[in-house]
């Protein structure tokens, strides 16, 4: 069993930066793969970034390429978020999720999720 609970969602103006945490229960983090998705009103819940067990492989939608970052600490039981050059489109809930063994970027090949957090990008 897995408990994600992310944080450090929030308000920021188009161009700022925000940093998603997202802390992991369980001695079994390092085998799972680790996804951030989205979901904004209206829309279905789609695909962020994803990252294989070791942090050395990772994977991003083309609309954040070059713009977000995830990153994943073991030690620390925590995934990250980094996301720069935010735009009004960027406006979600994010979620963080676990699935064992390898990455997907099909959100329901995922076990665990985390309860959300929101970020809103306006001026």
């Known amino acids: 069993q897995v408990q994600l609970v992310e944080s450090g969602g929030g308000l920021v103006q188009p161009g700022g930066s925000l940093r998603l945490s997202c802390a992991a229960s369980?001695?079994?983090?390092?085998?799972?793969?680790m996804g951030w998705f989205r979901q904004a009103p209206g829309k279905e819940r789609e695909f962020v970034a994803v990252?294989?067990?070791?942090?050395?492989?990772?994977q991003y939608a083309d609309s954040v390429k070059g713009r977000f970052t995830i990153s994943r600490d073991n030690a620390k039981n925590t995934v990250y978020l980094r996301m720069n050059s935010l735009k009004p489109e960027d406006t979600a809930v994010y979620y963080c999720?676990?699935?064992?063994?390898?990455?997907?970027?099909?959100?329901?090949?995922?076990?665990?999720w985390g309860q959300g957090t929101q970020v809103t990008v306006s001026s």
């Open positions: 990252i294989n067990w070791s942090g050395g492989s990772t």
């Open positions: 369980g001695r079994t983090f390092s085998s799972y793969a």
């Open positions: 999720a676990a699935k064992p063994w390898l990455p997907t970027t099909r959100s329901s090949d995922y076990n665990y």
